[in-house]
């Protein structure tokens, strides 16, 4: 589980537990633009202040204060009108990074219906000389394919040799 998806879920216990709407408050959750802010921002009090018929700020408090044991992140901060600054413990980031190294899929599940794909990339036209484009284009395309058999699909590569057309048949000719 990623870092945002952890707290997304405990986010929505919080919000279960103080009878909020869980879709606002997970939805609420953001990666913080500034350090100072924490590592996540939340905004869901602001939102769901309305419904609830309570101040932003006795919202955040509730949210906040079934979030203060939780072993992945500190505390919640409350900051200004109701929002939720959140920081994750360096001790849990640690862990899930020793966890991560240790599984040779770094904890990436596999697709849960996995599919057929056919990847077509770079293309050259074997009557006009190759470029950049066409390097960035296999590029892009390889660890596309890499990606997706990483995540259990399987895919068909194919580096389409462009136009054979009346080049081709002017050199037959």
């Given amino acids: 589980m990623i870092l945002i998806e952890t707290l997304?879920?405990?986010?929505?216990?919080?919000?279960?537990?103080?009878g909020f709407d869980v879709a606002l408050v997970e939805a609420s959750v953001r990666q913080a633009g500034e350090a100072k802010h924490g590592d996540y921002q939340a905004n869901a009090a602001m939102s769901l202040a309305k419904s609830a018929g309570k101040p932003p700020r006795a919202v955040a408090e509730s949210l906040a204060g079934a979030l203060?044991?939780?072993?992945?992140?500190?505390?919640?901060?409350?900051?200004g009108p109701g929002f939720l600054n959140f920081r994750f413990r360096d001790d849990w980031l640690a862990s899930r990074l020793s966890e991560m190294a240790r599984d040779p899929r770094l904890l990436v599940a596999s697709s849960i219906s996995p599919r057929r794909l056919v990847i077509?990339?770079?293309?050259?036209?074997?009557?006009?000389?190759?470029?950049?484009?066409?390097?960035?284009?296999?590029?892009?395309?390889?660890?596309?394919?890499?990606?997706?058999?990483?995540?259990?699909?399987?895919?068909?590569?194919d580096n389409h040799l462009g136009d054979w057309g009346t080049q081709f048949g002017m050199l037959l000719y």
């Fill in 68 to 79: 203060a044991e939780s072993e992945a992140f500190l505390p919640p901060e409350i900051a």
């Fill in 120 to 157: 077509d990339f770079s293309s050259p036209n074997v009557a006009k000389p190759m470029h950049v484009g066409h390097l960035r284009s296999t590029i892009l395309g390889d660890a596309l394919a890499r990606l997706f058999r990483f995540l259990g699909h399987e895919v068909i590569t």
């Fill in 8 to 18: 997304r879920a405990a986010l929505g216990r919080s919000a279960v537990q103080g």
